[in-house]
Nanobody, 126 residues
Framework: EVQLQASGGGLVQTGGSLRLSCAAS????????IAWFRQAPGKVREGVSC????????YYEDSVKGRFTISSDNANNMVHLQMNSVNPEDTAVYYC???????????????????RGKGTQVTVSS
């Protein structure tokens, strides 16, 4: 059974950093794409980043490029999202999602991913 659990959210000041983690386990297929997306009240869901576990290829939404870094620790079934230089526009509930295959098939919003964990709230104060 695929299980995803996001953690690491919290309150951070503008310009600060936060590291989100996604515990991702139970995959029975070889190629796995794991993504982060976010949902803020009154706003459209936004794909943030994605990583192909098989070869480490990464994808980023334009507004987070250069600030966020996604990484995969396959040995421990974890995917991390390092968030640096955050700003109030990054405030949202962040979710991790996953499915077989590659990120390119699901980007940019990752709606098609069948597995999703509960979100973690990130609040950036100005």
């Amino acid at each position: 059974e695929v299980q995803l659990q996001a953690s690491g959210g919290g309150l951070v000041q503008t310009g600060g950093s936060l590291r989100l983690s996604c515990a991702a386990s139970g995959f029975t297929f070889k190629n796995v794409a794991i993504a982060w997306f976010r949902q803020a009240p009154g706003k459209v869901r936004e794909g943030v980043s994605c990583i192909d576990r098989s070869d480490g290829s990464t994808y980023y939404e334009d507004s987070v490029k250069g600030r966020f870094t996604i990484s995969s620790d396959n040995a421990n079934n974890m995917v991390h999202l390092q968030m640096n230089s955050v700003n109030p526009e990054d405030t949202a509930v962040y979710y991790c999602a996953a499915d077989r295959g590659y990120c390119a098939a699901y980007s940019p919003y990752y709606y098609g991913m069948n597995y999703r964990g509960k979100g973690t709230q990130v609040t950036v104060s100005s």
